[in-house]
């Protein structure tokens, strides 16, 4: 399906001159799941030099979740009316939705694949592996073991990595970025986000990342690692969190303790790996200061000479990325959805230069009218188009979550 035209020439190393994309009708409002991601990986495939796309949870096998789908796709095969009745009953869900879930665990390897197929009009595409909350295979949660002495063993699910050489196959050059999850047990046993006591765990997690996505045997380089994801935000800071984020409580000092003990522990054994701040939620500049500010005083505290902070990166959910007029930044969480992205750019840009660090745009997505109604793929031309001219990357957060999410039936 042909999204939007373009009269722009291919130019040499596969990016686009500067390119005059008008959005078609359709791209007003989308709600067909099929319609939005195949207008997004247009959107990637055209723009690469500056956008890339997220790899997410539907795409990224999850080692428990694939399991008891296989054991209950066997149960179905049989087709014994008392044992599926009982599946229904245990999840409370009837038998055609049970299926459709098996189906989807069982097939995101061959997802994946088309996915990376249709990221076909360019060799090297942009890339962020993202699995979210529970589901991450790349989490204390699912990875980090204690063997019968009380050490810490760490191994990452060899399905998941296998995606990840596939991954590493199709991005040519470019970085691969990788979010790290700490999501872990609290101690009534419940699945949290919330910013663990210790950093040992998380670091192993880490380093058996690195080691078993082949890129600890080149010092780190070529991949980046995300450290947590939007640990800004809370249940606490509303209604509208309390389904989207994982953790109870939000200590910006707490993890500047974990980034910077893992970072330095993680730069000194692979000196050419790049580590990025957690994406935040919004625009939150008051919380990267915080981060930033204690990373640099335990660095200087500890004489530490290296470089922690390779990237500072935000996900502004907004309605737009260009033409926006308000002088208003929006520092505190929440405030930004319609402030002065350029501002708010220039403001990130003055903190991370001092670190010759890079701000990039990890999610972005824009919706029509009532969030998760639609979603407004011309605003994603506009924010590709404007990513060119303030030299900005950023990452499509596929729309069709947002939809399935808000309309679930």
């Known amino acids: 399906m042909k999204s939007y035209e373009t009269n722009s020439e291919q130019v040499e190393g596969g990016q686009q001159g500067s390119a005059e994309l008008e959005p078609s009708k359709n791209m007003e409002k989308m709600t067909d799941l099929g319609e939005i991601e195949a207008c997004e990986l247009e959107i990637v495939n055209e723009f690469s030099d500056v956008v890339g796309y997220n790899i997410d949870s539907k795409l990224i ?3 428990q979740r694939y399991a008891l789908a296989t054991e209950i796709n066997e149960v179905l095969k049989r087709g014994n009316a008392e044992e599926i009745k009982g599946l229904e009953e245990s999840f409370g869900q009837p038998e055609e939705r049970i299926r459709e879930a098996i ?20 060799k090297e595409p942009k890339l962020r592996v993202h699995p979210f909350g529970p589901s991450s295979p790349f989490s204390i949660d699912k990875a980090v073991f204690r063997d019968e002495n009380g050490s810490i063993v760490a191994h990452i699910d060899d399905g998941a990595m296998d995606q990840i050489q596939k991954i590493r196959g199709k991005i040519g050059e470019n970085d691969l970025v990788t979010v790290m999850n700490p999501f872990h047990r609290d101690a009534e046993g419940k699945g949290t986000s919330n910013i663990p006591d210790s950093s ?3 670091i192993a997690l880490c380093e058996a990342f690195v080691e078993q996505s082949g890129y600890g045997g080149q010092g780190g380089k ?30 910006p000092d707490k993890y500047a303790k974990l980034y910077f003990e893992t970072a330095k522990d993680l730069k000194s054994k692979y000196p050419d790996l790049k580590i990025s701040l957690a994406g ?34 935000i996900h502004p959910y907004r309605n737009t990325a260009k033409g ?26 003055a903190l991370a230069a001092p670190l010759e660090a890079e701000v990039t745009v990890g999610e972005i997505s824009f919706y029509n009218e009532k969030f998760g109604e639609s979603v407004n793929e011309g605003e994603q031309v506009n924010n590709a188009e404007h990513g060119r001219e303030k030299g900005y990357i950023s990452y499509i957060w596929p729309g069709d979550q947002i939809v399935k999410y808000e309309n679930p039936n």
Do not use: M
């Open 280 to 313: 935040t939620a919004f625009y939150d500049k008051k919380w990267i200061e915080t981060v930033v500010s204690e990373v640099q005083g335990r660095k200087k505290d500890e004489g530490v000479n290296q470089k922690l902070i390779d990237i500072i990166s």
């Open 222 to 251: 070529g991949l980046v690692l995300e450290l947590g994801n939007e640990c800004n935000i809370c249940k606490k800071h509303g209604k509208q969190f309390e389904n989207e984020a994982f953790a109870e409580s939000v200590e």
């Open 103 to 122: 189906d989807e665990e069982l097939s995101k390897d061959g997802y994946l694949d088309k996915i990376l197929e249709e990221l076909s009009k360019t």
């Open 200 to 202: 040992a765990e998380y």
């Open 61 to 63: 096998i999850n080692p």
């Open 324 to 349: 926006t007029t308000s002088e208003v930044l929006g520092d505190e969480l929440g405030q930004s959805t319609e402030a002065n992205f350029d501002a708010q750019l220039d403001a990130l840009r």
